[in-house]
């Protein structure tokens, strides 16, 4: 059982708010990631970290960003957030050296 | 390219064997991984497979490979209704690549 965390859980904000999504690992994992998936299901990654001090954009553009200070912690930030950020977003992890991700619960939010 | 193809939907009644089918492109994957989302929830990771197998056994679930086609499948034995999720095929190119997911429904 993988030990990632999100919080929140659900997020319902109006236009122009800023806004971090948290993420924390308790494993020790070097590799962390954020995904933004469609209602339809799709995931695109838009963030990933190899490790402190390391942020990477994904293959789908985003207007979001990222930080890597501790190695447990990958916070999502939004400066202003838009109807168009409606959306899941989901956090995972992996080992360094292993590709396996462990995924934490989700963090749903919606933009009005 | 870095593509990985599975049917959208897929629907079976309780008590039958499930099987849900992948294809992916790039033949250096080191391991093919099977995960379930269930609603509200993250991925949780089903299975996986290292390339060199052909097939992967684990209780309901088996997971077979053939390399030759780049195709990948998963069956679930005696399929319940807690099954009843969207299942995502991903292969490992340094980092994973998921297909856009696999909806099962599970009719009593």
């Known amino acids: 059982e993988a030990d990632i965390y999100q919080t929140p859980r659900y997020l319902v904000i109006g236009t122009g708010k800023k806004i971090t999504l948290e993420c924390s690992q308790t494993?020790?994992?070097?590799?962390m990631y954020w995904y933004q998936q469609d209602p339809g299901m799709e995931l695109h990654l838009i963030h990933y970290?190899?490790?402190?001090?390391?942020?990477e954009k994904g293959d789908l553009s985003s207007e979001s960003t990222v930080s890597r200070i501790r190695t447990e912690h990958f916070p999502l930030t939004l400066e202003s957030a838009r109807p168009s950020h409606t959306s899941q977003y989901l956090c995972?992890?992996?080992?360094?050296?292993?590709?396996?991700?462990?995924f934490g619960p989700g963090t749903r939010l919606t933009v009005l | 390219g870095e593509d990985v193809e599975q049917s959208l939907f897929l629907s079976v009644r309780e008590g039958d064997s499930s099987v849900i089918n992948c294809t992916y492109t790039?033949?250096?994957?080191?391991?093919l991984y099977w995960y379930k989302q269930e609603p509200g929830a993250g991925l949780q990771l089903l299975t996986y497979?290292?390339?060199?197998?052909d097939m992967k056994q684990d209780q309901r679930l088996t997971v077979l490979l053939n390399k030759k086609d780049k195709h990948l499948s998963l069956r679930i034995a005696d399929t319940q209704t807690g099954d009843s999720a969207i299942y995502f095929c991903?292969?490992?190119?340094?980092?994973?690549?998921f297909g856009k997911g696999t909806r099962l429904s599970v009719i009593a």
């Open positions: 991903a292969e490992s190119i340094q980092t994973l690549v």
């Open positions: 970290s190899y490790g402190v001090n390391s942020t």
């Open positions: 790039d033949s250096s994957s080191t391991y």
């Open positions: 497979i290292f390339s060199n197998m």
């Open positions: 995972a992890s992996s080992e360094r050296g292993r590709d396996t991700q462990y």
């Open positions: 494993m020790g994992h070097d590799k």
